[in-house]
């Protein structure tokens, strides 16, 4: 197995090199690639060579989806609406030019949101509306459709998702939070928070239509408030 951590603009090629060596599973690193054009071409090569790739860094195949999965499961649970809250202050490697290849925010967590909502809640049956805004540092834009983006999508199984990201400067919106807020059909609420840090790891949280709370921290047994 390799693992392929380079510039995204040379997945390819690494991936060519390290199968005329014989390696046939793949790790990548992502994005997989930096436009659709590119995608094919790891698809098609991948599907001629016999090999396996891997994308890193998928949120929805992590411990914390499966948690949130568990415990709709275990509720019954009938989401109606979901909406995915991520920021982080990105202004300095954006603007140093860290993975800056393709600098559109789309093509940055944004995907793994969408990805993580199609995955829970089935194929969608279009994008309704999609918002991006440029990056600004001190009042001053930076880099445009960098700074915050949002996706609203409806899906074929009647769930509305809406997608948001933020990388705009510390202080205009909270730094560094990541959650994911299910609103079922009856009120009950599912609840994952994802932004792990020396305070607390990730949980998920499931309130019913009374507001009564259970906290089910991932890889742990439930705890009841």
Not at 18 to 47: H, Q, R, S
Not at 107 to 115: K, N, P, S
Not at 132 to 153: C, K, P, Y
């Amino acid at each position: 197995v390799a693992i392929i951590a380079t510039p995204d603009e040379v997945h390819l090629e690494n991936m060519r090199q390290l199968a005329d060596l014989g390696v046939k599973e793949f790790i990548v690193e992502k994005p997989l690639a930096n436009n659709l054009k590119e995608t094919d071409e790891i698809i098609v090569f991948a599907n001629e060579r016999g090999l396996k790739v891997v994308g890193a860094g998928q949120v929805f195949t992590s411990d914390a989806a499966d948690k949130v999965k568990e415990v709709m499961r275990a509720h019954n649970f009938q989401p109606a609406q979901c909406l995915f809250y991520w920021t982080k202050d990105r202004a300095g490697r954006s603007l140093s030019g860290e993975n800056m290849a393709n600098p559109h925010i789309f093509t940055f967590d944004l995907f793994h949101e969408i990805g993580w909502a199609i995955d829970m809640f089935g194929e969608t049956a279009g994008v309704k509306y999609a918002y991006t805004r440029d990056m600004e540092v001190h009042g001053q834009e930076a880099i445009s459709n960098h700074g915050l983006g949002a996706v609203f999508s409806e899906h074929k199984s009647g769930v509305q998702s809406i997608s948001f990201m933020s990388f705009t400067e510390p202080g205009r919106f909270q730094d560094n939070q990541k959650t994911v807020n299910i609103v079922g059909r009856d009120g009950s609420v599912v609840i994952a928070d994802l932004a792990a840090d020396e305070r607390h790891g990730e949980t998920v949280i499931y309130i019913d239509a009374q507001g009564r709370k259970e906290v089910y921290p991932v890889n742990e047994n439930t705890i009841t408030m």
